[in-house]
T-cell receptor, first 114, second 114 residues
Framework: DAGITQSPRHKVTETGTPVTLRCHQT?????MYWYRQDPGHGLRLIHY???????DKGEVSDGYSVSRSKTEDFLLTLESATSSQTSVYFC?????????????FGEGSWLTVV | AQSVTQLDSQVPVFEEAPVELRCNYS??????LFWYVQYPNQGLQLLLK??????LVKGINGFEAEFNKSQTSFHLRKPSVHISDTAEYFC????????????FGGGTRLMVKP
């Protein structure tokens, strides 16, 4: 258990509304990530953070923004949700080790845009 | 940039039979390799990882994988599967000098039949 909590776990929202997903970690990890999972695509990186107020884009960042004002919280915002953003969203952290880093995932947030 | 190919999208197998899930990657630098398992409606759980050292890596639930640098492969094996192994399995790679970024394969759905 890497101490990652995602909220909400399930959400249904309407097209055009803003949505914010929250990722909370308890172990002071520097790197945090947001991925989305879609059938046939595995997981694709949306945005990541390498420290407070330090974020960067991933492979599929269009339509998403992030913020990290505290080490423990990483927020993903869909400014105006579209049906193509219906997906499962996973937060992750990177745990530093002597041989390399290992990425651990939260339980996921199921988002449906209708 | 690295990429990961999981050669089989679905693998049906009978209970107690052996199984191999194939994973090939491409990268121009040294890599770290991971297998994650996702049970229905759950998050991703780390199954095993190769960071350095022995190329044969043992993970949880009786799974193992072998890193083959010349073949750029990291196939996952289990000598005897159980019904409870039914899940989706994801291979992922990160580059050793950028060890905080994971690239995933598309996933392989293992279906164990009685």
């Amino acid at each position: 258990d890497a101490g990652i909590t995602q909220s909400p776990r399930h959400k249904v929202t309407e097209t055009g509304t803003p949505v914010t997903l929250r990722c909370h970690q308890t172990e002071n990890h520097r790197y945090m990530y947001w991925y989305r999972q879609d059938p046939g695509h595995g997981l694709r990186l949306i945005h990541y953070s390498y420290g407070v107020k330090d974020t960067d884009k991933g492979e599929v960042s269009d339509g998403y923004s992030v913020s990290r004002s505290k080490t423990e919280d990483f927020l993903l915002t869909l400014e105006s949700a579209t049906s193509s953003q219906t997906s499962v969203y996973f937060c992750a952290i990177s745990e530093m080790g002597p041989s390399g880093n290992t990425i651990y995932f939260g339980e996921g947030s199921w988002l449906t845009v209708v | 940039a690295q990429s990961v190919t999981q050669l089989d999208s679905q693998v049906p197998v009978f209970e107690e039979a052996p199984v191999e899930l194939r994973c090939n990657y491409s990268s121009s630098v040294s890599v770290y390799l991971f297998w994650y398992v996702q049970y229905p409606n759950q998050g991703l759980q780390l199954l095993l990882k190769y960071l350095s050292g022995s190329t044969l890596v043992k993970g949880i639930n009786g799974f193992e994988a072998e890193f083959n640098k010349s073949q750029t492969s990291f196939h996952l094996r289990k000598p005897s599967v159980h019904i409870s192994d039914t899940a989706e399995y994801f291979c992922a790679v990160s580059e050793a000098d950028a060890g905080n970024m994971l690239t995933f394969g598309g996933g392989t759905r293992l279906m164990v039949k009685p």
